[in-house]
């Protein structure tokens, strides 16, 4: 389990290096991050395909993300699965989809508890 944590988290920095890096000063090598059958939403905006996606951020102003801690770290969890609507009994079963689900969570600074921030559920 030690190497899995340790090469997901190595391959999310570097992830998260290289993504910002191009979003911030070289915008035409984000499309080789992406696939013709790449799905994105950004901020409602959904685009479909890479060179959709190379289009959506060549269009986008100048921007800088600093790479920070919030003031408030938040939790990400995504989730990945496979679901059936309607009852597994029925004449013919129900065809089951790929999801992929991504909550954000916030602490609640009076309780301590956690909250769902964001919560985004896609069909693949």
């Known amino acids: 389990m030690g190497d899995t944590v340790q090469i997901t988290t190595e391959g999310g920095e570097q992830f998260f290096k290289h993504y ?9 090598n984000l499309k080789h991050l992406y696939h013709e059958a ?15 996606v190379d289009r959506f951020f060549s269009d986008l102003p100048a921007m800088t993300i600093p790479g920070q801690e919030p003031p408030d770290p938040m939790i990400l969890v995504s989730v990945m699965g496979f679901v059936r609507y309607g009852h597994l009994e029925a004449k013919p079963p129900p065809d089951s989809k790929t999801f992929c689900q991504s909550f954000i969570l916030g602490k609640d600074t009076a309780s301590g508890s956690y909250y769902i921030v964001t919560d985004n559920y896609r069909f693949l």
């Open 20 to 28: 910002y890096s191009y979003l911030d000063t070289a915008r035409q």
């Open 38 to 52: 790449s799905k994105v939403v950004w901020n409602g905006n959904t685009l479909n395909g890479k060179m959709a």
